[in-house]
């Protein structure tokens, strides 16, 4: 568990900093004006967006606070008591990685975190529209998305990637996103909820207006779940003027994983 | 770390893989014995191309797309002949005409240094970020992308990004970055792009070659052909160069059907490396 908090604590500074840093989130600039357009009528998504909730990031099941990790709500919509839906063999092992394996969190070890979980990562993330393709890159963990547009097929089956293989399409003024190919080893947040390489995501992102964007994902995964199950939160646009994502580097620093204890699966000391 | 130094081609086992990695690109050219004034002649004929690139929608040349190097720069900036799992290759150097890059006597002696102790000393074999501008020429696809603001690009490597504002921001004061600050602008049918703010902690290619804090970076890239762009990069360094030099190679587009990047999470593997030797 003191790891746990260890990354909590950092999660919390970083967040605390950002919000000092006059991090808009969406509140800060000029009111929302309707959903901006590209020449081609599409939705102009481009921007510089935050979730609005990174309660998720540590549980993305409600969750009552705890030393280090403040108390927050969920942001499953689908089933309705906002638990995700595990066969019993996988609550028992949820229960597990979380009273034994924290060592194991991906993130902990600067892994991609997979999708849904980069999208409610503190720090933000930039889209861009360039032609056939939504791109996003995130600040954590430099990662990146490549969407394309054109209805290719996805990868291969037998690649398995981190953050999966993500193919998008226009539904009216949603983006439709398709991510398949992801491996077995990322999780959904800091609790240890997990999934298998089954995992199959579809997300809708639907602008609301010029500065917000509601997210909705459906995950299924037939290995792990009992039924599909559904998450939903919001975007806001930062509008602070000259803002931009800097460089997040993970690897090069790492001095944490030493610090897991033996009962969380850390290393032996 | 077997397999990551089968990467950089360090073992003479490896070069299947290495062929592997490259994806089909692989034509490992032998030229040691070609003299520099090859790749001279080579680069003035780029430099003199007439070719007229397709266009984006706003009307900037079009560099989008899945490129990649078939050269042996990863390995070693000057020409170099062949070593263990490494091919011979021709250097990029281009400016100064010997082809060497013009260290002060001092930094000379630590780019041997590095050259002796590469296999433990190289910051890629840590699987840290590349730098600029060793992550364009890995063995390893990087995708171009380009909206009217901004141009981008995602390396399979290590999943590294560059966002590259064209607005005429001014760079950001003295942050030191492992991939720098980047910032581009339009030269006819150049790309040029600036790129400071880099720190001395990254090496150019596995043979030590390296630089200070104080390095400064003008990249030029231009189409020269449906299938090339020529990447040309300015380097200088007042703390470790004598003088500004000048690498230039050609990137060739990936055409198969339905090409993408994938992931080449290095750490991870570096990681379960470490666990199996426990």
Known sequence: ?269 | MKALYCLWGRLPACGRLLIGLNRGLATRRRFATWPILAALIMTAAYSQSTYKAPRTPDGKPDLQGIWQTRNTAAAALETHGASGGIAAGLGVVVDPPGGKIPYKPEAAQQRKKNFESRETADPLGKCFLPGVPRANYLPFPFQIFQTPKYVLMAYEYAHSTRTIPLDGSPHLDKIDFWMGDSRGRWEGETLVVDVVDLHDETWFDLSGDFHSDELKLVERYTRTGPETLQYEVTIEDPKVFTKPWKISMPLYLHTEKNAQLYEYECHIYLEEAARKRK
Not at chain 1, 125 to 146: K, L, S, T
Not at chain 1, 217 to 243: C, H, L, M, S
């Open chain 1, 1 to 269: 568990m003191r790891s746990l908090v260890c990354v909590a604590i950092l999660l919390l500074v970083g967040l605390g900093a950002k919000a000092q840093g006059g991090r808009g989130r969406g509140q800060a600039g000029p009111p929302p004006g309707p959903v901006l357009r590209l020449p081609d009528g599409k939705p102009d998504i481009q921007g510089i967006w935050d979730s609005k909730t990174f309660a998720p990031a540590y549980d993305i099941e409600d969750h009552p606070e705890q030393f280090g990790i403040p108390g927050g709500k969920g942001v499953i919509i689908d089933p309705t008591d906002g638990k995700i839906p595990y066969q019993p063999w996988a609550d028992k092992r949820r229960k597990e990685l979380l009273e034994h394996h924290m060592f194991e969190d991906p993130e902990a070890h600067c892994t991609l975190a997979g999708v849904p979980r980069q999208m409610y990562a503190p720090f933000g993330f930039q889209i861009f529209q360039p032609p056939g393709y939504i791109v996003i890159f995130f600040e954590a963990f430099h990662a990146f998305r490549i969407i394309p547009m054109d209805g290719r097929p996805h990868a291969p089956e037998q690649v398995k990637m981190f953050s999966g293989d993500s193919r998008g399409h226009w539904e009216g003024d949603t983006l439709v996103v398709d991510v398949t190919n992801q491996n077995d080893k990322t999780w959904f947040d800091m609790a240890g909820n997990f999934h298998s390489d089954e995992i199959h995501v579809i997300e809708r992102l639907t602008p609301l207006n010029s500065n917000t964007i509601r997210y909705e994902a459906t995950i299924e995964d037939p290995k792990v779940y009992t039924r599909p199950w559904k998450i939903q939160f919001e975007f806001g646009k930062n509008t602070q003027p000259g803002y931009q994502l800097m460089e997040f580097a993970c690897v090069e620093g790492e001095r944490d994983l030493q610090h897991y204890v033996e009962s969380e699966g850390g290393p032996k000391k």
